[in-house]
Antibody
Framework: QVQLQEAGPGLLRPSQTLSLTCTVS??????????WNWIRQRPGKGLEWMGY???????YYNPSLKNRLLISLDNSRNQFSLNLTYVTAADTAVYFC?????????????WGQGTLVVVSS | QSVLAQPPSVSGAPGQKITISCTGS?????????VHWYQQLPGAAPKLLID???NRPAGVPDRFSGRSSGASASLAITGLQAEDEADYYC???????????FGGGTRLTVL
């Protein structure tokens, strides 16, 4: 059974870069069967898909975040990461990593527990 | 304002049937993109409840079912139970925005 676990700092100052890692167990991020996603949820709000990366390293981003977001793979550690630059209070959210199958309009079939990131001066 | 519109809240008594709507447009559900549903219990991560083909992950009872028609989709829950109290989200793809999109979420209260 696949498991995903997010890790990263809980508190950031405005204009800093948010770096999060998702460690995957029970599946290989090097396989062609899945996309690896980041999704966030602002306090009391709904879900926002941020982007995904595929096993060969090509990534696709939500256009609203494209200029600030980078998603990368670390195959040796079976991890994928998120880097979000120039954070503001609007980036305060619970960040989830999730897996989705490699097909059109995939569902997110496995999720990490989420990690809360607060941006505050 | 979410691309996929859901009612903010629904409620029902134990044993009853409720439905949650998810209304989209010609650039998402109406264009034929799949719709999936998630359940989020308080303080927990969302979990896949039912996919576009009415497949339920192991452990999800068949009291949950989904359907799509035109530019809308709906989730039905029969035999409502107290443990069903949660937030429910629909999800699809929007070709105009080029993103995966979620509904705004519906809070289910079991009376």
């Amino acid at each position: 059974q696949v498991q995903l676990q997010e890790a990263g700092p809980g508190l950031l100052r405005p204009s800093q870069t948010l770096s999060l890692t998702c460690t995957v167990s029970g599946d290989s991020i090097s396989s062609s069967g899945h996309y690896w996603n980041w999704i966030r949820q602002r306090p009391g709000k709904g879900l926002e898909w941020m982007g995904y990366i595929f096993y060969i390293g090509n990534a696709y981003y939500n256009p609203s975040l494209k200029n600030r977001l980078l998603i990368s793979l670390d195959n040796s550690r079976n991890q994928f990461s998120l880097n979000l630059t120039y954070v503001t209070a609007a980036d305060t959210a619970v960040y989830f990593c999730a897996r989705s199958p490699n097909r059109q309009t995939p569902e997110f079939d496995s999720w990490g527990q989420g990690t809360l990131v607060v941006v505050s001066s | 304002q979410s691309v996929l519109a859901q009612p903010p809240s629904v409620s029902g008594a134990p044993g009853q049937k409720i439905t949650i709507s998810c209304t989209g447009s010609s650039s998402n559900i109406g264009a034929g993109y799949d719709v999936h549903w998630y359940q989020q219990l308080p303080g927990a991560a969302p979990k896949l409840l039912i996919d576009a083909f009415n497949n339920r992950p192991a452990g999800v009872p068949d009291r949950f079912s989904g359907r799509s028609s035109g530019a809308s989709a709906s989730l039905a829950i029969t035999g409502l139970q107290a443990e069903d109290e949660a937030d429910y989200y629909c999800q699809s793809y929007d070709s105009r925005l080029s993103v995966m999109v979620f509904g705004g979420g519906t809070r289910l209260t079991v009376l």
